[in-house]
């Protein structure tokens, strides 16, 4: 029996204002089958995982669809709870008086902040304080949001994307701006996320930092899926040159992948 789909896409047509971003995009990808987008700016990137996350919809066309977990029509409750997200556009408009502690056990209300009209328990309390642990930044639970770092802010946003379980993680660019040790950090995490099971669909522009837990590569160019296979078949020199368009050279070392300027 195949297995179920986390996102199935036929025919999707899709604008952002008046920019047809998609063009009868077609795709899918299986609950447990982690993917890497990548792609170069404006691609489509994003908005291929905001159709995931709902936070935009394709527009409607006889035999056209775009399925989350078998659905069309999944409620946002539903599935905030089964996949997590973390995005630099959600770090952009968090509440920034909001406690380190109340970023995570935001997720469990669906919102950006905490507000006086919600009701916290302590029992939602207690569930944060334990994913502070798991990600060690328990020193992080009374700061200020607006007094973080960058990758401070960024691992209380993976905090609340884990703070439901969820199965499934969308990955939007997760170490842009972050530095070295921060970066190794958010992989380390990642890596275990991948390992414990959970679906991660990441976007990025560093090749570098793709887990090698990751096999399958969709590579993405003005709105159409240039290529969709596994690292191994992508990642040669004369593909990745071909997509990007200029002479790269790519190596490999551990699972890890390198992209350089070949030599003029
Ligand atoms: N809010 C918006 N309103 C209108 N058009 C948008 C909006 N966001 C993105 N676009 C357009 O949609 C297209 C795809 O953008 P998208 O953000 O998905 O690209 P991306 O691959 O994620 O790029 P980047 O690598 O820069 O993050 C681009 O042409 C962009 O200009
Ligand atoms: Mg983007």
């Not at 952009?92 to 009701?119: C, K, M, R, T």
Request: positive net charge.
């Amino acid at each position: 029996m195949s297995k179920k789909k986390l996102l199935d896409i036929f025919n999707a047509t899709v604008y952002r204002d008046e920019k047809k971003v998609f063009d009868q995009l077609s795709l899918s990808i299986k609950c447990g089958e982690s993917a890497v987008i990548i792609g170069p700016n404006g691609a489509g990137k994003s908005s291929l995982l905001k159709l995931l996350s709902r936070e935009i919809y394709p527009i409607s066309k006889e035999g056209s669809f775009v399925k989350i977990l078998g659905k069309q029509l999944p409620t946002l409750w539903d599935l905030r709870k089964k996949i997590g997200l973390i995005s630099a556009d959600l770090q952009a408009i968090f509440v920034p008086d909001i406690s380190g502690l109340g970023v995570v056990v935001s997720g469990l209300h669906n919102s950006i902040g905490l507000f006086s009209h919600q009701e916290i328990t302590d029992s939602e309390l207690k569930r944060g304080k334990k994913i502070l642990e798991y990600l060690g930044i328990q020193d992080l639970a009374n700061c200020r949001y607006r007094q973080m770092s960058t990758g401070q802010q960024r691992i209380c946003l993976l905090g609340r994307a884990l703070i439901h379980n969820p199965d499934h993680l969308i990955l939007d660019e997760p170490t842009s701006g972050l530095d070295v040790r921060a970066t190794h950090q958010y992989l380390k995490i990642i890596r275990e996320l991948l390992c414990s099971g959970k679906t991660i669909l990441l976007a990025t522009h560093h090749i570098n930092e793709i887990p090698p837990e990751i096999e399958r590569v969709i590579l993405i160019k003005e709105g159409k899926i240039f290529d969709d296979d596994k690292k191994e078949i992508l990642f040669t020199d004369d593909k990745i040159s071909e997509f990007f368009n200029i002479p790269l050279k790519i190596s490999c070392s551990n699972g890890y992948y390198q992209v350089c300027p070949e030599k003029t």
